[in-house]
């Protein structure tokens, strides 16, 4: 790679609070040549606080497609260009990722600058395991869709995190009510550092009934989180009767049916049922 070359810098800047800020985010800001932010207006708001006046250039999912050729150009120029998004951490369900892929096409240094972000730091203050989890952007816009898209989560290991906006939250929890267990552990995050932060650990069943009982649960950006099938408190080995129940339906129906009959009757995990269904056939065998 030539000396010549400038760098690439992923920067992450405040979710809320501004003092979150790195020193050596503020140094990198200085530094480079241009800033390709995401909203013009807010990071212009974010450098005055910190008499940063270094240029900056909008990007965002409109325009990175046009714009990343132009801005890998200025790299290979010499030009160092730092990345940032509206808050938090660049390319987290935010633009900057046709930037960064060509940049590496292109034989350039592409430097992290850590910092803050939304789901890490709803993480940290939830109270849900965070040796496993899995980070599923926003959910569909649309309630069948979003239901459909639950669905295939259902089972899914370790701690779901979702972002959400104001205007659906409400029936975002109520769409997941419906297709999550009831005694589920669930966290609502909402305007993390800022003034106003909110962090309410309840369960899947009541979540709903919480945003509508209170106002101001339904203004704000949120960051939702959902316990893991392999750590719900589901019952992981059948009680006896029904066990009992799902050997006299085994005796009548095939494996796949007789599951989905005892997995419909009692609301059990489905591959609980199944293990045990397992379990029962070889033993009768």
């Known amino acids: 790679m030539s000396s010549t070359k400038g760098k690439l810098y992923i920067v992450a800047t405040p979710i809320g609070n501004l003092a979150d800020i790195t020193y050596r985010a503020v140094d990198v800001l200085k530094q480079c040549s241009v800033i390709a932010a995401e909203d013009t207006r807010q990071t212009r708001y974010l450098l005055g606080q910190y008499s940063i006046q270094t240029p900056l250039i909008s990007l965002h999912e409109h325009n990175e497609d046009t714009l990343t050729a132009e801005l890998i150009q200025r790299v290979c120029n010499g030009d160092s260009v730092a990345v940032v998004s509206d808050a938090g951490t660049p390319l987290i369900n935010d633009p900057g990722f046709v930037l960064v892929r060509e940049a590496y096409k292109s034989g350039l240094l592409v430097v992290p600058i850590p910092g803050p972000c939304a789901i890490i730091t709803a993480l940290s203050a939830a109270s849900l395991p965070t040796d496993r989890f899995r980070f599923e952007g926003f959910p569909p816009r649309n309630s069948s869709?979003?239901?459909?898209?639950?669905?295939?989560?259902?089972?899914?290991?370790?701690?779901?995190?979702?972002?959400?906006?104001?205007?659906?939250?409400?029936?975002?929890?109520?769409?997941?009510?419906?297709?999550?267990?009831?005694?589920?552990?669930?966290?609502?995050?909402?305007?993390?550092?800022?003034?106003?932060?909110?962090?309410?650990?309840?369960?899947?069943?009541?979540?709903?009934?919480?945003?509508?009982?209170?106002?101001?649960?339904?203004?704000?950006?949120?960051?939702?989180?959902?316990?893991?099938?392999?750590?719900?408190?589901?019952?992981?080995?059948?009680?006896?009767?029904?066990?009992?129940?799902?050997?006299?339906?085994?005796?009548?129906?095939?494996?796949?049916?007789?599951?989905?009959?005892?997995?419909?009757?009692?609301?059990?995990?489905?591959?609980?049922?199944?293990?045990?269904a397992l379990r029962i056939a070889k033993i009768n065998s």
């Open 145 to 276: 869709a979003r239901k459909t898209f639950f669905k295939t989560l259902v089972e899914a290991e370790g701690t779901l995190v979702f972002y959400e906006s104001c205007h659906r939250i409400a029936i975002c929890l109520s769409d997941l009510a419906e297709i999550f267990p009831p005694e589920r552990e669930l966290v609502i995050a909402r305007e993390l550092t800022k003034i106003h932060e909110t962090i309410v650990k309840t369960t899947v069943i009541d979540a709903p009934r919480i945003v509508d009982d209170v106002p101001y649960m339904q203004k704000g950006e949120f960051v939702v989180l959902l316990q893991g099938a392999q750590l719900n408190k589901i019952i992981r080995v059948l009680e006896p009767e029904q066990e009992r129940m799902l050997e006299v339906i085994l005796g009548e129906c095939s494996l796949k049916t007789a599951v989905a009959l005892v997995v419909k009757i009692t609301g059990l995990n489905k591959k609980v049922v199944y293990d045990a």
